[in-house]
């Protein structure tokens, strides 16, 4: 396989922050986009960021900005299509997903998503981690799925676009047909992905900076 190419996700309204661009607020002294960026540029071949509205708010990045081609905002997996198509004119075979509101993801992500996905026709892997009883995201492995952390195959866009134009919006309910995988990270001491929704979030973050 070629080494993939990746899309962060920001295309969602972020309504538990106030709204506006939660990609764009300040850690540490720098914005969560660029901390996100930095973590998975030496991972792929190269980086687009799927977003909706005036992509000009994000010149200084100099990424290709890739808004949604379905309407309405319903959910990452749009995100995720608009990656597809454009890693499809790039003559990429797979695309990788990170969040841009998650900026401790793993530095090894893309490589372990590559090794669980070894033997697929068609890579398709979502990021796990384990997690405690009272989760109620888990899946039948007892794991608690990322689905916006994922290694997705260009060779599938058009069946994505297809699910959801009629309404699929749930990421498992489109992977687990299409035999979609599990890639488990260690979770100890830190959940690598850790995502800021909130502003209590925010401060968090720092703190774990």
């Given at each position: 396989m070629k080494q993939p190419v990746a899309v962060i996700l920001a295309g969602g309204q972020a309504s538990r922050m106030g709204g506006g661009d939660k990609a764009l607020l300040p850690l540490g002294g720098q914005s969560l986009l660029s901390r996100v960026i930095e973590r998975i540029e030496p991972?792929?071949?190269?980086?687009a960021l799927n977003a909706n509205g005036d992509p000009n708010r994000f010149s200084e990045y100099?990424?290709?900005?890739?808004?949604?081609s379905i309407?309405?905002?319903?959910?990452?997996?749009?995100?995720?299509?608009?990656?597809?198509?454009w890693a499809a004119e790039q003559g990429a075979d797979a695309v990788v997903s990170v969040a841009a509101d998650t900026p401790f993801f793993p530095c090894d992500l893309v490589p372990r998503l590559l090794m669980q996905a070894e033997g697929q026709d068609n890579p398709l892997v979502l990021a796990a981690t384990k997690g405690d009883a009272q989760t109620r995201s888990k899946s039948k492995s007892g794991l608690i799925r990322h689905p916006t952390f994922g290694l997705w195959p260009v060779a599938l866009r058009d069946d994505?676009?297809?699910a959801l134009q009629e309404g699929l919006r749930k990421v498992v309910m489109w992977t687990e047909p299409h035999g979609g995988r599990e890639c488990l990270f260690p979770s100890d001491g830190l959940d690598p992905f850790f995502n800021i929704?909130?502003?209590?979030?925010?401060?968090r973050a720092e703190g774990l900076l």
């Open positions: 991972q792929v071949a190269d980086v100099g990424l290709p900005v890739l808004p949604d309407a309405g905002y319903p959910g990452p997996l749009a995100g995720v299509l608009a990656g597809l198509d994505l676009r297809a929704n909130t502003p209590e979030d925010l401060v």
